[in-house]
Nanobody, 127 residues
Framework: QVQLVESGGGSVQAGGSLRLSCVGS????????MGWFRQAPGKEREGIAI????????YYGDSVRGRFTISQDNAKNTLYLQMNNLKPEDTAMYYCAADFGRPRAAWLLRPSDYNYWGQGTQVTVSS
């Protein structure tokens, strides 16, 4: 059974940094794409960064481009999200997601393209 477990969330002041981790288990073949999504109260889930596992292609949402970096460590089955220059509007529950398939338009960062999800880790940024 595939499991994705996020960690690294917390509370930080504006301008600070956090690094999220997502450890995968329960699968014998590599995911095709993995990514990070977030959801703030009352808002829709938003794709913020995805990576093609074998090709290394990265896509970022407009709101985080230049501040967040997605990376992977295949040997550890771990996905990372380095978040710098955090802003109060980054406050949300952050989710790791993955899929064995290839999204038709990966750059759209659509949550519906991903079938496997973690439970989330909360990030709170104060001003």
């Amino acid at each position: 059974q595939v499991q994705l477990v996020e960690s690294g969330g917390g509370s930080v002041q504006a301008g600070g940094s956090l690094r999220l981790s997502c450890v995968g288990s329960g699968y014998t073949r590599s995911f095709n794409y993995m990514g990070w999504f977030r959801q703030a109260p009352g808002k829709e889930r938003e794709g913020i960064a995805i990576i093609g596992i074998s090709i290394g292609t990265r896509y970022y949402g407009d709101s985080v481009r230049g501040r967040f970096t997605i990376s992977q460590d295949n040997a550890k089955n771990t996905l990372y999200l380095q978040m710098n220059n955090l802003k109060p509007e980054d406050t949300a529950m952050y989710y790791c997601a993955a899929d064995f398939g290839r999204p038709r338009a990966a750059w759209l960062l659509r949550p519906s393209d991903y079938n496997y999800w973690g439970q989330g880790t909360q990030v709170t940024v104060s001003s």
